[in-house]
């Protein structure tokens, strides 16, 4: 089948999974000649906008896992306003090195359902978000060997293939997907974490607006960087990329929380690809 250009798709807030989607599409740009076009959705303004791709793109869809599921906040812009008129794709998770659970099963199915014909996929394993240790170093040089990997077979098969079944590649998780994971503190008690914000140390803030520009829901205030005014996903963009270390969370919830992580989900994970 003819492919005249790759696309790129992804959300990531803290850039692990922008790392694999640009291995994955680097790679199968190169492998099949054709150029690469790059489309971040991480901020407001770039979720308005439909994104519809035709027959000879192939797409490079890639998002974290959060709470063993798509970013349930990014999930109507994916469904809504993200289309493949018959376009071949390669479905990517990234996950914080616990488990991916329905990640990649309910990114597949959106992108079916959205008239894509999914022919590879892959779940990684990229450093968690809530954390500087766990999965520290991911995606490393193995991972990012398994996505040329995925990138060279799934090269192969658009070079083999006349047709593409409107069959999905299949992926490990459940059907219908789970409810969201979870997190528990030491009596077994669910702990909420959805109305948690980070703070502001102010001795350490330099004022520079970088938190406000990249927070991917539009919450800090620009003219108070320390006011959180809209909802907070936890995605850590403002805690990651401050310069100044400024941004924290307090909240003994999501301290809990993490700290388990830490310790319970300390072993390696390896990244998985389906063709
Ligand atoms: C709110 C939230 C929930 C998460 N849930 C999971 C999870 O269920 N399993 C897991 O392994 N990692 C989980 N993570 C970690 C992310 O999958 C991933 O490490 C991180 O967000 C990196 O993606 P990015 O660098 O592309 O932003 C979660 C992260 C956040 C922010
Ligand atoms: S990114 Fe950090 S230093 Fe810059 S305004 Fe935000 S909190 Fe302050
Ligand atoms: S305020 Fe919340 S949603 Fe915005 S960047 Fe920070 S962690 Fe992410």
New binding site residues.
């Given amino acids: 089948m003819k492919i005249s250009k790759v696309r790129a798709v992804w959300f990531s807030?803290t850039g692990t999974t922008e790392k694999v989607v640009l291995a994955v599409a680097g790679t199968l740009a190169e492998r099949l000649g054709v150029p690469l076009e790059r489309f971040c959705f991480n901020l407001p303004a770039a979720r308005e906008e439909e994104l519809v791709l035709g027959p000879e793109e192939l797409a490079v869809v890639g998002v974290p896992v959060y709470a063993g599921r798509v970013p349930n906040l990014l999930l109507p812009y994916l469904r809504d306003k993200v289309k493949g008129r018959d376009a071949p794709a390669v479905a990517l998770c990234l996950f914080g090195n616990r488990d991916y659970d329905d990640g990649l099963m309910e990114l597949r199915n959106t992108l079916r359902d959205n008239g894509f014909r999914v022919i590879g996929a892959g779940a990684f394993v990229g450093e968690h978000a809530f954390s500087r240790t766990l999965g520290a170093g991911r995606p490393d040089g193995k991972d990012l060997a398994l996505a040329e990997t995925l990138a060279g077979s799934v090269a192969d098969k658009v070079k083999s293939l006349t047709e593409i079944s409107p069959e999905p590649v299949a992926v490990k998780g459940c059907e219908p997907v789970r409810p969201y994971y979870t997190p528990r503190d030491r009596h077994g008690n669910p702990i909420n974490i959805l109305k948690v914000?980070?703070v502001t140390d102010a001795e350490k803030c330099l004022g520079c607006g970088l938190?406000a520009r990249?927070?991917?829901?539009g919450?800090?205030e620009a003219a108070e960087v320390g006011r959180?005014t809209g909802?907070?996903?936890?995605?850590?963009?403002?805690?990651k990329r401050c310069p100044a270390g400024a941004?924290y969370f307090d909240d003994p919830g999501y301290l809990y929380h993490q700290h388990e992580l830490e310790e319970v989900y300390a072993r390696r994970v390896d990244s998985e690809i389906f063709l």
């Fill in positions: 807030a914000k980070p938190c990249i927070c991917p829901m919450s800090i959180v909802v907070c996903i936890k995605c850590c963009a403002c805690v941004k």
